[in-house]
């Protein structure tokens, strides 16, 4: 195969995913996000637990694919926010498990219209057809690269600051 040597961002899969997914999480932030004092990955944190249910820390970072000191961060204001509670785990003294508060799962609900609006104007023009094909892509795309040796190294290293 012929080494490229130019490269065509318009064409560039890694550069159309991440416009892509910015554009979004940019307007949903904007548009919805900001009048209750969020940031896209504290929705992400709130969406997830919505999803999944009480979820330890560890878990909670792995399906938010939020660093762990991060997620710590993020977990503190929400639950210092009434949104969200934390926990020792029952099973490990030194394992902790977040959930939705009340007040956070009212929220979410209030929000999660306002998520699949979003989601259909980013859609537009696209049949169901289509759009679920873009989904199952994206879901082998990230395995894909989740399963990647750089991956699982990250995954296991402490970030240090220069």
């Not at 130019?6 to 991440?18: A, C, I, Q, R, S």
């Not at 997830?48 to 979820?55: P, R």
């Amino acid at each position: 195969m012929k080494q490229r040597t130019k490269l065509d961002l318009g064409e560039f899969l890694p550069y159309l995913v991440n416009r892509a997914g910015m554009i979004i999480a940019e307007q949903f932030g904007i548009e919805t996000l900001a009048r209750h004092q969020l940031s896209i990955v504290m929705w992400r944190v709130m969406a997830v637990l919505a999803s999944n249910g009480s979820q330890s820390q560890i878990n909670l970072a792995e399906l938010t694919s939020i660093d762990a000191s991060t997620l710590s961060r993020i977990v503190t204001r929400l639950v210092r926010t009434g949104l969200l509670t934390r926990t020792r785990s029952t099973t490990s003294s030194r394992e902790v498990v977040v959930m939705l508060s009340a007040k956070g799962n009212a929220l979410v609900a209030r929000l999660i219209p306002q998520a699949y609006e979003i989601e259909a104007a980013a859609a537009a023009g696209l049949s169901a057809d289509e759009l679920a094909v873009v989904k199952r892509c994206l879901r082998r795309i990230y395995g894909n690269m989740k399963g990647r040796p750089a991956a699982v190294r990250k995954s296991h290293q402490k970030r240090v600051a220069i």
